[in-house]
Structure formats: C-alpha cells, structure tokens
C-alpha cells in the first residue's frame, strides 16, 4: 500500500498563458506603486505580502501581495517597480522560488495547483502541474540542481516534481509520512534528501532519488542507501514545526518551533547527530536560513530577525538585527507621568499607552531571501520588503 503512494504521478498541461506585463504592456490594472518610507532600506510595496524570491544576480525579485498575483520588480534608481504581473493562480500565492541556473519561476497556491514560468521572448510562459492533493500548497522549492522541485501541502503530504522528456510533462511523486500540513521544506546541498517541518511537531529528513534523474549519491549524513520516499531522519519539537533549512555543506540541520526554541544538529559525525536546543525570549519563529556553516537567521512573530552564531561548536543567541543603537528614552517620573497616566484612563480607558512597534516591520516576518550584496531580505505581512546588512 505505501508503494502505491510513493508510485502516485500526475501529468502537467500548458498553461492559459494568462501571465500579463505590467502597467506598461497592459493587460490588466497596473499594480500600485510603492509607497514612500525615509529609510532606503525599506520598500512598502503592499498591504500585505504572502512570500518573495530573488533572480539569480539579485537584479529582480518576485513576490505575492497575499492575492493570485506574483508582482516581478526590478530597480529604477532607489525604487523598485513592477516590471510584471504574473496571473495564473485562482488562489492566493503562498509560496516563490525563482531558479537560479535555469532563470524559471515555480509557484504554488490554496488552489492546489503549482505553475513553472519559462521566459520566452519577453513574456513569461506558465505550465500547470497539477500535484493531486486536496488541500492548499504551503511551500515550494526547486532542487538544487533545478532538475526536481518539491511542494508542500496541507494535504499531509509533500509533491516530489521532476520533468519526464519523453512525454513532455512535469510528474509529481507524493511522500505522504506526516501527520498534519507540512508548514516547509529544504533540500539537502546533494539533491536527494529533503528536510520536512510539520505541524505535527516534527522535522524529517526523506529521500527524493529518482532513477533516472539523480545520479546516486556517494556519501551523505545518512548513507547511501537512500530508496524514494524512505524516512530517514525524525527529530521532535515541543510545538508546530514551523521552518527548516540545511547548512551549504549539508552537515547541519537547523528547524524552529512555536515553543519559540531553535534545534541545530549537527550531523558532522552522521545520523541521527549531535543536538542543541535554544529558547529565545521572542515570539515564535516562522522562517529561519543559514547564512554560512557557522551563522543562521531566524524572524517570525516578534517582527524582526535575530543571528545566532556558532561558537566553537556551541551555538548563541548573537543579537537582534533591529536592535536600536544610542542612549534609551528616559521615562517621565513623578507630575508628568501621574497627568500621562490619568489623561490615558480618560480617553483610552487604561493607565498606559498604546505602545507602537519600534521595529522596520510591524508584523510577522513570513519569508528570508538572499538579496543582494552582503544583505538579506525579509518580507512580513506588514506589505514590507527589508534589507538587512550581514
């Protein structure tokens, strides 16, 4: 019966070709401009944003203004603005990836549906893959080499996607190992194992190989003997496994919890490794990205990112990104805090204020690119887009 599951494929059809330019090439509503902020590291593209991906020379980025568009934007002096509109989803976009050898976009939505986009001749072109699951994509992921890509799902499953030449048709191969909606996925440098986050509490570590596609590995954490769809890898949190990635050399594993803690593994001397758990004083992480072998960048619900860094072997909460720098404000004492007090009783109805976030972003942080030069990137449900200097 498992065997039948793993051996489930799909077909893929072109798409309508609905994918529209932008206010220049019509077709459509322009999108809005982006909105003015004094800080140039700061775009305030949207209301909101769902999620965002770079191309590969950081000259352009795609993202989804939590609607069925993917808004491509490239940079015209110190704004960004929309080159063009991509509309093929019926849902909402809920996840990017932007290939960088192959220059194609995968796209995936709450209509179960994913799309690659091929630029042609000026016009991005859509193909349709049709995953089969009956509940919304969360996640999608091109494979390191860009030859597979995989989809997460509230289906309790994860669409493994590769191209069949013969029949010209993108093929979909379900792992379907979990016990509630995958929340995210990360593909393993050596492109066959995929790391898993679950809202069942867990991250696991599968086998994608393909005959066929992948050429067989010769050494990995967890050997080589790595048949399609098999688990070889299960490590527990105490909440919903929100975000997963791999270190570049694919030795580490780190994921994050809603009980606002952080797991590194190291899997140096091999599987199942050597675990650390941090608990942060944040609210919980929802995306988290290892910038090198020795950094890694968490952000979620307290609406900045924060750098954890390894040192000699033991990981440390580094600091937060948006940390303020200077002299603290002085709190009001005595005759002037007594009249605060009393005034906000009389028209908020409560003894203190109103607080406003004193951070870049004033809602949780949904996604973490690689941007350009020595920066990242965040997007939030704020409508924000971030830089951060690393």
Not at 186 to 205: E, F, I, Q
Not at 314 to 337: C, F, I, M, Q, V
Request: aromatic content about 10%; glycine content about 8%.
């Amino acid at each position: 019966h498992a065997a039948q599951d793993f051996s489930c494929t799909t077909m893929a059809f072109r798409g309508r070709g609905r994918g529209r330019g932008g206010a220049s090439a019509g077709g459509g509503d322009a999108a809005p401009a982006a909105r003015k902020v004094a800080d140039p590291n700061i775009q305030w593209l949207a209301d909101t944003i769902t999620c965002h991906a770079w191309n590969a020379d950081k000259t352009k980025f795609a993202m989804c203004p939590n609607n069925t568009e993917v808004r491509i934007y490239t940079k015209s002096g110190d704004d960004w603005v929309v080159e063009q509109v991509l509309d093929e989803h019926d849902k909402v976009v809920t996840s990017i990836d932007w290939g960088a050898n192959t220059n194609r976009i995968v796209t995936c939505g709450q209509d179960r549906n994913a799309y690659v986009w091929s630029f042609k001749n000026g016009v991005w072109k859509p193909t349709l893959v049709i995953l089969r699951i009956n509940r919304a994509a969360t996640q999608v992921k091109w494979s390191p080499k860009e030859d597979k890509f995989a989809v997460a799902s509230g289906a309790k499953c994860v669409s493994i996607c590769y191209f069949e030449e013969d029949n010209d048709w993108w093929v979909s191969k379900h792992i379907r190992k979990h016990d509630s909606t995958v929340s995210d996925i990360a593909w393993h440098p050596g492109n066959v194992l995929l790391a898993t986050a679950s809202t069942d509490t867990k991250c696991r570590v599968f086998s994608t190989f393909i005959k066929g596609v992948d050429e067989r590995p010769t050494q990995t954490p967890f050997g080589t003997k790595l048949p399609f769809g098999s688990l070889q890898g299960t490590y527990e949190s105490a909440g919903w496994t929100h975000s997963c990635d791999w270190s570049p050399s694919g030795n580490q594993l780190v994921f994050v919890g809603h009980d606002s803690t952080i797991t590194f593994i190291d899997l140096n001397n091999g599987a199942p490794g050597d675990f650390q758990i941090l608990r942060v004083k944040e609210l919980p992480f929802m995306r988290v990205k290892f910038l090198d072998e020795t950094r890694a960048i968490a952000a979620g619900h307290s609406c900045y990112p924060v750098l954890f860094t390894n040192n000699g072997g033991t990981w440390e909460y580094t600091r937060n990104l948006d940390e303020k720098k200077g002299p603290a404000k002085k709190k009001a004492s005595g005759t002037r805090a007594a009249f605060a007090m009393f005034q906000n009783k009389v028209t908020k109805g409560q003894d203190g204020g109103v607080a406003n976030l004193d951070t870049k972003h004033k809602n949780s942080i949904t996604s973490i690119q690689f941007g350009p030069g020595n920066n990242i990137t965040t997007s939030a449900l704020d409508g924000k887009v971030v830089f951060w200097q690393v």
